[in-house]
């Protein structure tokens, strides 16, 4: 998990007091990426990123980071889980790589396939990329929206970020809160489609991309899944192999890491079958699980017998009780940029 913050002038330039403005919106986003910070700015265009070491925890991956030749600046929150395969195939177009992160992978593809680079990723990410010989700047977010992005148009000017309270710490703006999206929420218990609690602030759409160029911008889409479509012709025990090879492969790339990783296992289905596969490929993962103080809610029986089942040897149980949920539960509220209706993010938290 990284953080993004961006701030576009498409008329002047921006002054010594709004990049002061944007650093310190940038740090409200620092519990995001607590590694490293960085920014760049140009004229009327301002980039900034907080790290969260994963793959190549050199600087040279630092961010925002440079094309060889200083045309694009990338920054970018998320993961690219193919990244040795694309990086192998951009080689043989003869691209050559400084370093072992998959970012530079991302804006090489870009600088190879374009748009289309976005389609060949097997991962979660939201980027901003900034071209500096026509003056275009795109924001993009993953084929299911796994990962935030959030942008609101003021006039000429454009603010972006990975969360709304970094835009929030603009005090140069005018926020409000938006009360028609306000109701929609009290019926949804979540903010719908590109809404948002604060008035003009939309969310990038899954699978889509914006681009700003010459004080315009155009919402675009890159990707799209429609029930019914590319229907295979298969039975459904060849169904079941693929999707288990797809499974498990999938399982298998995303434990590519330079840091220590584990598995959250809740106990239910799809915690435990994630489990299963990371643990054929590493034999020594940890599980890490919940027991609530309320026996009514506690499932930690069922996760630790996942593990005896599968022969996990690392399990690390957590017991959150009533008393540590009532300490810590206004920090659970100040970590949500937006309300909404599943509680399931204070285990979440917690636990993490």
Same mark, same amino acid.
């Given at each position: 998990m990284c953080g993004l913050f961006g701030w576009l002038k498409f008329e002047g330039v921006l002054t010594d007091r709004e990049i002061e403005m944007a650093r310190s919106a940038t740090a409200k986003l620092a519990h995001r990426g607590p590694d490293a910070s960085g920014y760049w700015s140009h004229r009327g265009v301002f980039m900034a990123h907080q790290r969260l070491k994963i793959l190549d925890l050199s600087e040279n991956a630092a961010q925002p980071f440079k094309s060889d030749d200083n045309r694009y600046i990338l920054t970018y929150n998320g993961e690219i889980y193919n990244y040795i395969?694309?990086? &192998?195939?951009?080689?043989?177009?003869?691209? %050559?790589?400084?370093? &072992?992160?998959?970012? &530079?992978?991302f804006l090489k593809s870009y600088q190879a396939w374009g748009i289309e680079a976005f389609e060949r990723f097997e991962g979660m990410f939201a980027c901003a990329i900034h071209d500096n010989q026509t003056d275009t700047h795109i924001l %993009?977010?993953?084929?299911? +929206?796994?990962? =935030? /992005?959030?942008?609101?148009?003021? +006039?000429?000017?454009?603010?972006?970020?990975?969360?709304?309270?970094? /835009?929030?710490?603009?005090?140069?703006?005018?926020?409000?809160?938006?009360?028609?999206?306000?109701?929609?929420?009290?019926?949804?218990?979540?903010? %719908?489609?590109?809404?948002? =609690?604060?008035?003009?602030?939309?969310?990038? /759409? =899954? +699978?889509?991309?914006?681009?700003?160029?010459?004080g315009r911008t155009q919402l675009k889409r890159y990707w799209d899944s429609v029930p019914g479509d590319n229907q295979l012709d298969l039975t459904l025990d060849e169904a079941s192999e693929q999707f288990t090879d797809l499974f498990d492969r999938n399982c298998q790339i995303s434990m590519r890491s330079d840091v220590p990783y584990g598995v959250l296992l809740s106990g239910g289905v799809d915690s435990s079958l994630i489990l299963q596969a990371c643990h054929k490929h590493n034999p020594n993962i940890t599980a890490y699980s919940v027991a609530m103080g309320e026996t009514d809610f506690d499932e930690s029986a069922k996760a630790r017998e996942i593990c005896r089942h599968l022969g996990i040897k690392n399990h690390q149980v957590y017991t959150l009780g009533k008393e540590t949920l009532y300490g810590a539960f206004r920090d659970y509220l100040g970590a949500l940029d937006e309300p909404h209706g599943d509680p399931g993010f204070v285990n979440m938290r917690f636990l993490a």
């Open positions: 395969e694309l990086r &192998e195939e951009l080689k043989q177009l003869g691209f %050559v790589f400084t370093t &072992e992160s998959d970012t &530079e992978v %993009v977010r993953d084929h299911l +929206g796994q990962k =935030p /992005l959030y942008y609101f148009e003021h +006039g000429q000017e454009l603010v972006y970020a990975s969360e709304l309270r970094a /835009l929030l710490a603009l005090e140069c703006l005018d926020w409000s809160i938006d009360r028609e999206n306000f109701t929609r929420y009290l019926a949804n218990s979540y903010y %719908v489609w590109d809404t948002s =609690p604060i008035k003009g602030v939309k969310k990038l /759409l =899954p +699978g889509c991309f914006v681009e700003f160029k010459n």
